[in-house]
């Protein structure tokens, strides 16, 4: 019997068909739609948030029925670095300092109060200790699924490379771009690593293969 089911695979193929055909639809159509689709409260900032919040439903509903508590644990600390994921995403941070709470300049600038810095850097540490947790105890089961071609593995990789490169181009000159279409592909890129994301948790969910805590799924 197969390991990699072929559907899968062909799900992750088919949905970068559709972010590169969405993508060319909106930048290049006669006007079908507005480029103000990709503003922080367009559209497509709102469907990325959206899709997040999904995922972590999905990762809500593992922890709910885990029946180890490694495991539950587990869905527990994915579930927060989601959290902070789409507080990132939605520029959560601004209820109460204008200031990027990732950046070091925060916590040594004297003009932002005590309590805001302990409750930002608290919330940092944290979901820097989850991400450390998460990846010491699954980092071999996710290779070794990847080197199997899974599909919730694969997909996860496509994710993190999707997000990685919105995050070089948000840093580069291109994000300072004067045309709309070429600044706008950060978002995109944004929006397509949050449907890769939510089409992780759904292949591993639905899927066959290799599973995330090193067991045939079922």
């Known amino acids: 019997m197969p390991t990699t089911p072929p559907s899968g695979n062909a799900l992750n193929a088919l949905g970068l068909f559709f972010c590169i055909n969405l993508y060319f ?13 990709f503003d922080d409260d367009g559209a497509i900032s709102i469907l990325t948030i959206c899709l997040i919040l999904a995922t972590q439903v999905f990762v809500l509903y593992e922890m ?39 950046k070091g300049s925060f916590y040594l600038s004297a003009d932002n ?13 944290l979901f820097l200790l989850a991400l450390v947790y998460l990846a010491t105890k699954y980092a071999k089961a996710c290779l070794s699924a990847l080197a199997k071609r ?5 997909a996860a990789l496509i994710w993190f490379l999707l997000l990685f490169l919105s995050q070089l181009l948000d840093k580069s000159a291109l994000n300072d771009a004067q045309d709309l279409r070429i ?17 992780t948790i759904v292949l591993y969910k639905f899927g066959r293969g290799y599973d995330l805590l090193g067991a045939r799924a079922k």
């Open 64 to 102: 709910a029925v885990a029946t180890k508590v490694d495991h539950r644990m587990g869905w527990v600390l994915l579930a927060y670095i989601l959290q902070v994921y789409v507080m990132r995403e939605t520029d959560f941070h601004r209820s109460f300092t204008a200031t990027n709470v990732t």
């Open 25 to 37: 639809l909106i930048a290049l159509g006669p006007e079908s739609f507005s480029l103000s689709i």
């Open 183 to 199: 600044k706008n592909i950060e978002e995109m890129l944004e929006f397509s690593a949050a449907i890769y994301l939510f089409l």
């Open 150 to 154: 899974t599909p919730w593995a694969v």
């Open 113 to 125: 109060p005590f309590l805001e810095k302990l409750i930002a850097g608290t919330v940092l540490i």
